[in-house]
């Protein structure tokens, strides 16, 4: 069976962005399963899993049953050694998934100076020691037992994790020019006009970091 890429969409406008044309630039076919649209998980036949992020908190499964039909999944795939990639509330739902506290916290909006973990291997040892990441979210995770951290924030700690097949980034790495642009309607006039002068800084560097995530993520 070749590779097949779930993405599970939690909210119209945070799509996987510059992953889609990366993985289309490969070929690799995506099944979009929007949870907004269905309310519902279905079943597919993927062999990764990229989880996307939302306004939802991973703690709403009374008003989102399919929170849990989530977890359920990526504790599945994991236990068979498949990809799963968690953004923003994605990285939340796998560190829910094995027993993390997920609670609100600091707010972190538009762009964020994060620092890589000292001695790592793989796919994060090509990052740079310190580097800008853009921020949407006011919750943040603890580390899943036996989870390790890559990378690490001033305000909120827990960036970037892994647990054994599952990647979990607080950050996002998918974003174009045209993702942040819609994002920014609804900030403060402030926030919209600090995000974008320091776009054009930091996105082509967060581009970069995206691809060689996507690299890793369909490689092995």
């Known amino acids: 069976m070749g590779m097949k890429i779930a993405v599970i969409q939690h909210t119209r406008n945070e799509p996987p962005g510059l992953f889609a044309s990366f993985f289309a630039e490969r070929d690799i076919p995506l099944e979009y399963i929007r949870l907004d649209e269905t309310n519902e998980l279905r079943e597919t036949g993927a062999t990764h899993f990229i989880f996307l992020g939302g306004p939802m908190s991973v703690n709403d499964e009374e008003i989102y049953p399919w929170l849990a039909d989530e977890k359920a999944l990526i504790r599945r795939a994991v236990s068979h050694h498949q990809k799963v990639l968690g953004i923003c509330l994605g990285a939340q739902l796998i560190a829910s998934a094995f027993g993390a506290k997920v609670f ?43 989870g390790r951290l890559l990378c690490s924030g001033d305000a909120v700690r827990n960036q970037a994790f892994v647990y054994k097949t599952a990647l979990g980034l607080q950050f996002h790495v998918e974003l174009t020019d045209l993702i942040i642009r819609d994002w920014c309607r609804d900030l403060t006039r402030y926030q919209q006009e600090k995000i974008l002068r320091e776009t054009p800084r930091y996105l082509a560097e967060s581009n970069r970091l995206c691809r060689i995530i996507g690299e890793d993520f369909i490689s092995g």
């Open 104 to 146: 609100p916290y600091v707010q972190e909006t538009g762009w964020h100076q994060i620092t890589r973990e000292p001695g790592l291997e793989g796919v994060f040892s090509q990052f740079p020691e310190r580097f800008c990441v853009f921020q949407l979210h006011g919750e943040t995770f603890e580390m899943p037992y036996k």
